[in-house]
T-cell receptor, first 115, second 111 residues
Framework: DTEVTQTPKHLVMGMTNKKSLKCEQHMGHRAMYWYKQKAKKPPELMFVYSYEKLSINESVPSRFSPECPNSSLLNLHLHALQPEDSALYLC??????????????FGPGTRLTVT | AQTVTQSQPEMSVQEAETVTLSCTYDTSENNYYLFWYKQPPSRQMILVIRQEAYKQQNATENRFSVNFQKAAKSFSLKISDSQLGDTAMYFCALDGNKLVFGAGTILRVKS
């Protein structure tokens, strides 16, 4: 099973809402990632978890709060977002956080619209 | 710092023909990895091919091959016998300490 799943597929939220994005993998991978992708742009790294510990935070605003409850699950909690945060949010996982040695597997993404 | 440059925003190719997508990069890391990812319209990002920088031999995966020129920091992707299903955005990516993507090249395969 080489699948990374993400829920929900689509999310529309107001600027005062609190919502969460969920990512799951059952490949035994120990590194998980959140990326933000605007239309027709490349993905931009937001967070990296390695062995359930946050190892990289790319200076992401605090209205995005990641959580890794266990090695198979990765959440992204959203609060007080801005319209410019509307994007496709991609989750990825890899066997470990060792750079590049293990490929990253991407999920299908959650398309977020902030109104 | 790591940078990846894809200078071809869009390309098109006839079915069954060969096309080459260009990519140059820069990094201060000694050990790094290079990738081509494919993202079809409204579909999942998948890995096409991977190259370890310490290996001189160019990677190949079926119809996909790369031309890795380490000194020139160039990493182009050749797609042979193009198929309609190859239509997608192609991202060149570099991982020295984190994965960094180029701007992407939209490839359209025409019948």
């Amino acid at each position: 099973d080489t699948e990374v799943t993400q829920t929900p597929k689509h999310l529309v939220m107001g600027m005062t809402n609190k919502k969460s994005l969920k990512c799951e993998q059952h490949m035994g991978h120990r590194a998980m990632y959140w990326y933000k992708q605007k239309a027709k742009k490349p993905p931009e790294l937001m967070f990296v978890y390695s062995y359930e510990k946050l190892s990289i935070n790319e200076s992401v605003p605090s209205r995005f709060s990641p959580e890794c409850p266990n090695s198979s699950l990765l959440n992204l909690h959203l609060h007080a977002l801005q319209p410019e945060d509307s994007a496709l949010y991609l989750c990825a996982s890899s066997q470990s956080g060792t750079s590049g040695f293990y490929e990253q597997y991407f999920g299908p993404g959650t398309r977020l619209t902030v109104t | 710092a790591q940078t990846v440059t894809q200078s071809q925003p869009e390309m098109s190719v006839q079915e069954a023909e060969t096309v080459t997508l260009s990519c140059t990069y820069d990094t201060s890391e000694n050990n790094y990895y290079l990738f081509w990812y494919k993202q079809p319209p409204s579909r999942q990002m998948i890995l096409v091919i991977r190259q370890e920088a310490y290996k001189q031999q160019n990677a190949t995966e079926n119809r996909f091959s790369v031309n890795f020129q380490k000194a020139a920091k160039s990493f182009s992707l050749k797609i042979s016998d193009s198929q309609l299903g190859d239509t997608a955005m192609y991202f060149c990516a570099l991982d020295g300490n984190k994965l960094v993507f180029g701007a992407g090249t939209i490839l359209r395969v025409k019948s």
